[in-house]
């Protein structure tokens, strides 16, 4: 067998022969160089190529080489390549063994992964608008969307440390992967799902009830009574339990050893003992509450008698409104966000029922003509029971959530000593809120029912200004209130680590991913009320219907400060700040009352409603200036108030050619087919398609990048 490199077969180092043993590793020579490895002696010298032209290695590039703009080098130009391989050169020192051999850092005591608002899972993990296109159909909860901004911000410049027990790598998610906001868009987009739905059969709700008593006096009558207990609950416990209770849950969670359990059920069990009180008093005292809500049906007898019978049908409604509320914030605190949002659902369904037996048995109002005098005992009856069980098949749709998530009600009575008192303290000044809210709402319900008898036209009273307030409102409710509600826990973190950075990126991303829904479809109220009022409420009449499609299109634009106003608050109780939203809702009812009242004294009946409308969003402009600057002080004076400004102005930009197309369209096909159902349709959609057509179509031009992310989102979601 032959052996590689005979001419080295038998030599040493240094020339020495060792015949029939292995080679000899080279040894250094006596001035400390040490000899090149004879196995890499001329192992990679033979080249084929190189009396070959530089340009004839390869046939494929020999047939493209372009030799005019890349000649070849003159002859005798080439340099030649050195060896390509050779012997690196030995290290001068020899190792240090307090660098290789260093000893590991010792593990730390605690978690080594710090999260940003507390190790407790129940307290760091939420679920929460972009896995309703990513990964709607998952349960598994992600973890706090920032957590990881936070450890990067901590371990910068440091070195990783060590852990002996890594955990094991999360599974893949089975669809695309979220954004950082995957936690909040999730839950954002259940509750949206659940308001949607709630505010579609609330509409249903809506016409049955004005189908079945009109838009005259006893409809108003009926309204009156029934928004009694939802404005006494506001004045009593509503506001604190809706915007002051949440972090204190949230707190009781984090600091309690048994996760706030103990401190939900006595908050629950005063609710109940504070609501029972309020129900009895309220229930004894419905003709004066009537009387002081409108003067003008207590004036009137059989008015003033059926909406009292109704009354003390309804207030009953109080104490499971309450509860209700109560519930719902439990489950927000512990991350399940759906159930408060699906439940009104039953309410409604149970309402359109009894309404819908209504019907059956007296007929419409177009074709009974019933009025406050001529409604039977057993209608009102029927009403109010089915209006009273509605509320109490809500309040007990709750109870298997929350047995869901572990929470078992157990009677509290010890109320002392344990955080309530500063509950109730931080309450006070939310409950002269929603006092002076009410305030402003008084006002507007005793002037629009003057204004509806005294106009002699259907249509222009205090039912009319609720339904259109009902369909202003629903985007508000959809958007808006179900973005919050998932922020307002990670908000009150932010504010409690005394972090104003994340507390104002927070209400930024808020602000401009409402807006992207808010200002389209304020403008399309004002470019389309007409159409959409004459089609929904077609069952009470032609004028009626008109006359609520004027109330809508002067509510349209004041739900972009609407909007705007509610996060902005979100903040201040995010920092149990709940006097200054009490100024700035002072300002509002003062302002709303103020022009409505000027409205009722200077425009004609029929349109008094109408001038009251628009002075509701001028009150919330106003509100939003003084708001957002006491909001920017208390966060540095940054709001990031340029950037929030820019996105609306924009889309207030892309939305107004849409508005003005959309409704030119709407009122021409009216004039053409007539106000009636079919041409009310016809209208809605031609110009609703147009306006949306056109408005998607200027804020990709301006590059609008919420517009474009949603759009990219929902091509994403269909797989285009």
Request: some cysteine; aromatic content about 8%; hydrophobic content about 45%.
């Amino acid at each position: 067998m032959n052996a590689p490199y005979d001419g080295d077969r038998g030599q040493g180092a240094g020339g020495a022969a060792s015949p029939g043993g292995p080679p000899v590793p080279p040894q250094p020579g006596q001035d400390g160089s040490v000899p090149p490895d004879p196995y890499l002696q001329h192992a990679y010298e033979e080249d084929p190529y190189r009396a070959q032209g530089l340009t004839a290695q390869d046939p494929v590039g020999e047939a493209l080489y372009d030799r005019a703009a890349h000649p070849p080098p003159p002859p005798g130009t080439y340099q030649d390549p050195g060896a390509l391989y050779q012997q690196p050169p030995a290290a001068p020192y020899a190792p240090d063994p307090r660098v290789w051999a260093q000893t590991p850092p010792p593990e730390p005591a605690g978690p080594s992964r710090h999260l940003p608002y507390g190790e407790h899972p129940a307290t760091t993990q939420f679920v929460g608008v972009d896995d309703l296109v990513t990964q709607a159909a998952d349960d598994r909860q992600e973890p706090d969307a920032f957590a990881h901004l936070f450890r990067d911000q901590e371990g910068a410049g440091k070195p990783p440390v060590p852990s002996q027990h890594e955990p094991a790598p999360a599974p893949p998610p089975a669809k695309g992967g979220g954004g950082k906001v995957s936690g909040l868009l999730k839950s954002s987009a259940v509750m949206a799902a659940g308001t949607l739905v709630s505010r579609l059969t609330g509409f249903v709700r809506s016409l049955v009830i004005t189908a079945a008593l009109g838009a005259a006096l006893l409809g108003d009558s009926f309204t009156i009574a029934y928004t009694l207990p939802t404005m006494i609950y506001i004045l009593t416990v509503g506001g604190g339990l809706n915007s002051v209770f949440v972090p204190q849950l949230v707190r009781a969670m984090k600091d309690d050893e048994d996760g706030g359990e103990a401190f939900a059920n006595r908050l629950l069990t005063l609710v109940m003992v504070a609501l029972a009180a309020i129900v009895g008093i309220a229930v004894f005292l419905a003709p004066t509450l009537i009387h002081m809500l409108s003067p003008t049906i207590a004036n009137d007898v059989a008015a003033n008698s059926v909406a009292v019978t109704f009354a003390r049908y309804c207030l009953p409604t109080i104490f499971f409104m309450g509860v209700h509320v109560v519930m719902g914030q439990i489950l927000n605190a512990r991350g399940k966000f759906g159930a408060m949002m699906w439940t009104p659902v039953l309410n409604n369904i149970v309402m359109i029922i009894t309404f819908g037996l209504f019907i059956w048995v007296y007929g419409t109002s177009a074709e009974s003509r019933m009025g406050v005098d001529t409604i039977p005992p057993e209608g009102v009856r029927l009403l109010g029971i089915g209006t009273l069980l509605g509320l109490v098949v809500q309040a007990l749709a709750m109870l298997p959530y929350l047995r869901e998530t572990g929470f078992r009600f157990r009677p509290r009575f010890d109320w002392k000593g344990h955080g309530l008192g500063k509950t109730v303290k931080l309450a006070k000044w939310t409950v002269l809120f929603v006092l002076a809210n009410q305030a402003g709402v008084l006002v507007v319900t005793q002037l629009s029912t003057a204004a509806g008898a005294a106009s002699g036209h259907d249509g222009t009273g205090f039912l009319a200004y609720s339904n259109a307030q009902l369909i202003w409102g629903m985007p508000q409710a959809i958007i808006t209130v179900s973005v919050m509600a998932a922020l307002l826990p990670r908000i009150s973190r932010a504010a409690h680590d005394n972090d104003p950075g994340a507390v104002r990126d927070d209400i930024s991303q808020g602000l401009r991913n409402s807006a992207v829904a808010i200002v389209p479809v304020s403008f399309t109220f004002l470019a389309l009320g007409l159409p959409m009022c004459t089609l929904l409420y077609a069952s009470s009449g032609t004028e009626a219907a008109r006359s609520m499609g004027f109330i809508l299109m002067a509510f349209a634009l004041g739900l972009i400060p609407y909007s705007v106003q509610y996060v902005v608050l979100r903040g201040f109780y995010a920092y149990e700040d709940t006097r200054t939203p009490f100024y700035n809702t002072v300002i509002v009812a003062a302002v709303n009352a103020a022009a409505s009242a000027l409205c009722y004294v200077v425009l004609p009946a029929r349109w008094a409603v109408v001038g009251m409308a628009f002075s509701y969003g001028l009150a919330y402009a106003v509100g939003v200036g003084v708001a957002w600057r006491r909001l920017s002080n208390r966060l540095g004076g940054d709001l990031d108030g340029a950037h929030i400004v820019r996105t609306y102005a924009r889309l207030c930009m892309a939305a107004l050619p849409a508005a003005l197309v959309g409704g030119a369209a709407g009122f021409g096909i009216l004039e053409l087919v007539g106000a009636g159902a079919l041409g009310s349709l016809a209208a809605l959609i031609c110009g609703g398609l147009l306006l949306l057509g056109i408005f998607f179509v200027a804020a990709k031009k301006m590059r609008i990048e919420e517009v474009n992310g949603l759009v990219g989102m929902v091509r994403g979601r269909l797989g285009r």
